[in-house]
């Protein structure tokens, strides 16, 4: 078992984590900020990085420098497991072996685009669960041209076995093409509902993951997260506005 990490200076280990000089972040803890455990720090504390829950504005930051965030464009034909009983290639064998990740949520097999994988298993759970309402856009190609009334039902929302889909966000954007953002989590879902209003997917992509947009990253390849794009996740992952010192990267929408 390995020791667990000396406490330091909290201002050095925001200054780490990406929330601005040590000047900066010795201000926010002075305006009150920043709270370590529950309590609103003060100028002189100390924490373990890989011990403490750290906040700042209400929105938790991960200050544990063993975590890991990966951004990866998943190509058609890989699945979004550990590992597959088919021989099939994996998400995971796209990605570094050492940390081991896991992916945030699941695109299936002929799904592509973007996809989170990290070791973080609080904000992991945060992304996925359903409470938080973290937005993923979504381009469909489909089979025929959806009528206005075929839109407004989508974003109505669409009957299917497991009930009622929650309002969505949707536009054509070509003839064949629709752009979706939905901010749940079913199996298979905006291919469910596009069949439902009878124009099936011919081709799926995920375009964004809340604050998240990569249009250069190709496909295949991974990144990991720049602390100011980890910075807007974090805060669209607890559902609170916008705090002062995070703001979003030139990805974001």
């Not at 991960?62 to 099939?88: E, F, Q, W």
């Not at 989170?116 to 973290?134: C, I, Q």
């Not at 752009?179 to 997917?201: K, L, S, T, Y």
Request: aromatic residues 2%; neutral net charge.
């Amino acid at each position: 078992m390995s020791e667990p990490d000396p406490p330091e200076r909290l201002q050095k280990v925001l200054a780490r984590a990406g929330l601005g000089s040590r000047r900066t972040c010795e201000d926010l803890i002075v305006a009150g900020r920043v709270r370590v455990d529950g309590k609103v720090a003060t100028l002189g504390d100390r924490v373990a990085a890989d011990a403490a829950s750290v906040e700042v504005d209400g929105v938790p930051i991960a200050i544990d420098p063993t975590l890991v965030h990966y951004l990866l464009n998943k190509p058609p034909g890989v699945v979004t497991t550990a590992s597959d009983t088919h021989g099939r290639p994996t998400v995971l064998g796209l990605v570094p072996a050492e940390p081991l990740v896991h992916p945030v949520g699941r695109l299936d097999l002929d799904t592509e685009g973007l996809l989170l994988l990290t070791n973080d298993g609080a904000l992991t759970h945060r992304l996925t669960h359903p409470s938080f309402a973290v937005d993923k856009e979504y381009l469909a190609e489909v089979s025929g041209s959806p009528s206005r009334g075929a839109v407004r039902s989508l974003r109505e929302g669409i009957e299917l076995d497991d009930g009622l889909t929650a309002p969505a966000t949707v536009a054509l954007v070509e003839r064949n093409v629709l752009r979706i953002v939905i901010h749940e989590g079913r199996n298979r879902q905006v291919r469910r509902m596009c069949a439902a209003v009878g124009h099936p997917v011919v081709r799926l992509v995920r375009t964004r993951i809340g604050p998240i947009r990569d249009a250069d990253l190709r496909p295949g390849v991974w990144r990991e997260l720049t602390q100011t794009e980890l910075r807007a996740l974090e805060q669209a992952a607890t559902g609170s506005g916008a705090a002062a010192g995070l703001h979003p990267g030139p990805n974001d929408p």
